[in-house]
């Protein structure tokens, strides 16, 4: 979620790609932490409160809720994007979308590729 407060491709990239081309992917310890970044940077991406819970709200609607029985700590350098890699692993996600890439490379051995929103998005319309 921090990608979505860069300011950059990955907030158009979540809000206007069609939802049935993706499978999103989320647990509960994720939509915390997704409330607890989009809530401090609410006020530099021009959000309220309730726009804040809408957005949460919407992606908890559209994704699916992982259970994770298995934790892989520490598998990457931030325990908050280990958050995100055991979602991934769980839910046996093709790719990760994140300006991160660098510090997403240990998730490769699992078969889940490291993609950018710029990346992303090429494959995505390379497959319309």
Known sequence: ???LCDNSLSGPML???PVELLELAVSVPLVIEYED???RQASSLHLNAQDVGDLLNYI???ARQQSIFFLWRPLLTDPKDDMVAEVAV???CNAVVTFNTKDFGSINRF???VL???QFLSKLGATQ
Do not use: E, F, K, R
Request: aromatic share 0%.
């Open 37 to 39: 970044v989009l809530s």
């Open 1 to 3: 979620m921090s990608s």
């Open 111 to 113: 078969g889940i590729a």
């Open 90 to 92: 769980a839910a046996q």
């Open 60 to 62: 908890c609607s559209v």
């Open 15 to 17: 809000i206007c790609t």
């Open 116 to 118: 950018t929103p710029g």
